[in-house]
């Protein structure tokens, strides 16, 4: 059974930083890919950034893009995004998620496994 667990959000000004964790558990996941999400009060889940397992590649939305990076230790099966001069806009609750396979979408639909998440508050 997969298990996600995220860890790290929390309040921070705007320009601040955080690092969210994700500890993934129940299986070997070098043929997985992890993906970051995130839902905003109203708002659908939306793509943040996505790693393939094996191979280290990456996807970011445009709206992230030059500010996060995602990132995996494969010693701790742990799966991180960095997030820097984060913006009020970026407040939401913040979710992992993993798929079978090499090919990282950033649909929810194509993600089999969630964590609870965690939540981020930027204030302004």
């Known amino acids: 059974q997969v298990q996600l667990a995220e860890s790290g959000g929390g309040l921070v000004q705007a320009g601040g930083s955080l690092r969210l964790s994700c500890a993934a558990s129940?299986?070997?996941?070098?043929?997985?890919?992890m993906g970051w999400f995130r839902q905003a009060p109203g708002k659908e889940r939306e793509f943040v950034a996505g790693i393939r397992w094996s191979s280290g590649s990456t996807l970011y939305a445009d709206s992230v893009k030059g500010r996060c990076t995602i990132s995996r230790d494969n010693a701790k099966n742990t799966v991180y995004l960095q997030m820097n001069s984060l913006k009020p806009e970026d407040t939401a609750i913040y979710y992992c998620?993993?798929?079978?396979?090499?090919?990282?979408?950033?649909?929810?639909?194509?993600?089999?496994?969630w964590g609870q998440g965690t939540q981020v508050t930027v204030s302004s």
């Open positions: 998620a993993a798929r079978s396979g090499g090919t990282v979408y950033a649909s929810t639909q194509q993600y089999d496994y």
């Open positions: 129940g299986r070997t996941f070098t043929s997985y890919v």
